[in-house]
T-cell receptor, first 115, second 114 residues
């Protein structure tokens, strides 16, 4: 079964460093997402992306965050200058279409630890 | 703000007994409802979804959920728990007016005793 893959599975970085989390969505999917889960908290929406632009973002997704689809297969989340509170599990997801109720498929997540 | 509430943070059952994981959502027009499961060190896997068709939805691994509009609930059930069901379960909602954003519940950790 096709799946969303994410790398790295775990990354430790120093505060202030830039981090790039990578994702390969399912190949025929057109909508891409990032969610995150801080330890002990709910999974939260960060951003959705379609047709090479952000379609929606949450208040969490400030200027420190950016997303990019640099080629036909990868979808990346960049955090420019990491803070301690950015430590979380980051989930990439994708879907064929974007309407509410369409199934969104998630990757296994990337654990980011900022020290 | 629209929200979803999972009433139990932990549920413990014996193997072979029924499972009930409770979920309520804030009322709004045409919700779409999902249950996702997360096993340790794994991603979020879709168990089942409701999108305005039949109110009783069957999913994978013997799970099912019933959409009850009058109670704004979407509880997840399974007649007989298996050890492999031990995981974290998330009730997830989206609405027509919330674009494509999923709203997650806080999760219920299911423990299955032998």
């Amino acid at each position: 079964e096709p799946e969303v893959t994410q790398t790295p599975s775990h990354q430790v970085t120093q505060m202030g460093q830039e981090v790039i989390l990578r994702c390969v969505p399912i190949s025929n999917h057109l909508y891409f997402y990032w969610y995150r889960q801080i330890l002990g908290q709910k999974v939260e929406f960060l951003v959705s992306f379609y047709n090479n632009e952000i379609s929606e973002k949450s208040e969490i997704f400030d200027d420190q965050f950016s997303v990019e689809r640099p080629d036909g297969s990868n979808f990346t989340l960049k955090i420019r200058s990491t803070k301690l509170e950015d430590s979380a599990m980051y989930f990439c997801a994708s879907s064929v279409a974007g309407f509410p109720g369409n199934t969104i498929y998630f990757g296994e997540g990337s654990w980011l630890t900022v020290v | 703000a629209q929200s979803v509430t999972q009433l139990d943070s932990h549920v413990s059952v014996s193997e072979g007994t029924p499972v009930l994981l409770r979920c309520n959502y804030s009322s709004s027009y045409s919700p779409s409802l999902f249950w996702y499961v997360q096993h340790p060190n794994k991603g979020l896997q879709l168990l089942l979804k409701y999108t305005s068709a039949a109110t009783l939805v069957k999913g994978i691994n013997g799970f099912e959920a019933e959409f009850k509009k009058s109670e704004t609930s979407f509880h997840l059930t399974k007649p007989s728990a298996h050890m492999s069901d031990a995981a974290e379960y998330f009730c997830v909602v989206t609405w027509m007016d919330s674009s494509y954003k999923l709203i997650f519940g806080s999760g219920t950790r299911l423990l299955v005793r032998p």
